[in-house]
């Protein structure tokens, strides 16, 4: 069996607004000037596509953006900064382990994707070497492609692999192609997924 889980408001609280805060402070440009220079589809959307497929490049296009220059470090530690640790869903992971394989995927370009176990290093334990960003598999949720290309690495079948998700449109895409998905809303918690995960293995056993 295959399990996939998200990052941001699954494993961790992502404080969105506290990450733009930093970023006015360095850039100068409020919160819905930044959105508009970079989080839409030609900018951060793109670039969790896999486009660019290298960190580098990913900051240069988001300082060309900003008319900036932030650096490479500073760029992570803002991320990881705006990052809560959720260790009772974490234990979901490690009880999703004891079934099958666990890999985390992430809606994140790949200048996160390279820093992965840095801006997440409570991961590290759970997950090993199976920490990607979508940018790694060129598609970003919710398109079923990038879905497909995980189960293909694993080589896994749809109907054997479990994904949570906290966003309703990434639960939408795993299931059009027979993935066994659970929404981790506002309300949910480790305990409710680690009940989705007995409900799912027993369903095939």
Do not use: C
Request: without cysteine; aromatic residues 12%; glycine residues 6%.
């Amino acid at each position: 069996m295959l399990f996939i889980f998200d990052m941001d408001n699954v494993l961790y609280d992502y404080h969105w607004r506290k990450r733009m805060e930093s970023l006015t402070e360095l850039t100068g440009h409020d919160f819905h000037d930044l959105r508009s220079r970079w989080w839409h589809d030609d900018g951060e959307w793109k670039a969790e596509a896999g486009d660019p497929d290298t960190g580098d490049e990913y900051l240069r296009r988001a300082n060309e953006a900003f008319g900036s220059s932030i650096a490479r470090q500073t760029w992570v530690d803002i991320r990881k900064a705006a990052m809560e640790f959720r260790p009772e869903v974490a234990d979901a992971v490690s009880f999703a382990s004891q079934f099958g394989q666990v890999t985390l995927l992430t809606n994140n370009g790949m200048l996160i994707g390279e820093h992965l176990t840095e801006v997440a290093p409570e991961l590290v334990p759970l997950f090993g070497e199976h920490m990607f960003a979508t940018a790694h598999y060129g598609a970003r949720k919710p398109d079923p492609t990038v879905f497909s290309r995980v189960l293909e690495r694993y080589g896994a079948t749809s109907d054997e692999t479990f994904f949570v998700d906290d966003h309703p449109d990434n639960i939408r895409g795993a299931e059009e192609i027979g993935i066994t998905s659970k929404w981790f809303s506002p309300a949910d918690t480790g305990t409710s997924v680690k009940e989705a995960i007995t409900d799912f293995v027993e369903s095939r056993s």
